[in-house]
């Protein structure tokens, strides 16, 4: 069964880090691209981060580029989410997927993703 496990969320002070994991199991992410997706309350998801299979990135809404950054170890099957100077307008619920893409670059497409975990919440609140 190919499952993806997000951890790492919490409650967090604004101005907080947090890093979330992504571990896949029942298969190696080599040869896939790797999203982050959040979804706040009330809400559409939408695509933070994504990285590609070769190391490439790709982030989503301006809010984040300067401070969240995605990185992948392929050795530990498990990818990574660095989020820092956390702000109340990233609380959400954090999704990861995955998609079979060996060469091109990642999207943030979710329609492409066809693996994703169950997420973790986010809390930015003081």
């Known amino acids: 069964q190919l499952q993806l496990v997000e951890s790492g969320g919490g409650l967090v002070q604004p101005g907080g880090s947090l890093r979330l994991s992504c571990a896949a199991s029942g298969f190696t992410l080599d040869g896939y691209a790797i999203g982050w997706f959040r979804q706040a309350p009330g809400k559409e998801r939408e695509g933070v981060s994504c990285?590609?299979?070769?190391?490439?990135?790709?982030y989503g809404p301006d809010s984040v580029k300067d401070r969240f950054t995605i990185s992948r170890n392929n050795a530990m099957n498990t990818v990574y989410l660095q989020m820092n100077s956390l702000k109340p307008e990233d609380t959400a619920d954090y999704y990861c997927?995955?998609?079979?893409?060996?060469?091109?670059?990642?999207?943030?497409?979710?329609?492409?993703?066809?693996?994703w975990g169950q997420g973790t919440q986010v809390i930015v609140s003081s």
């Open positions: 997927a995955a998609v079979w893409r060996p060469h091109a670059g990642c999207v943030l497409n979710e329609g492409q993703y066809a693996i």
């Open positions: 990285i590609s299979n070769r190391g490439s990135k790709s």
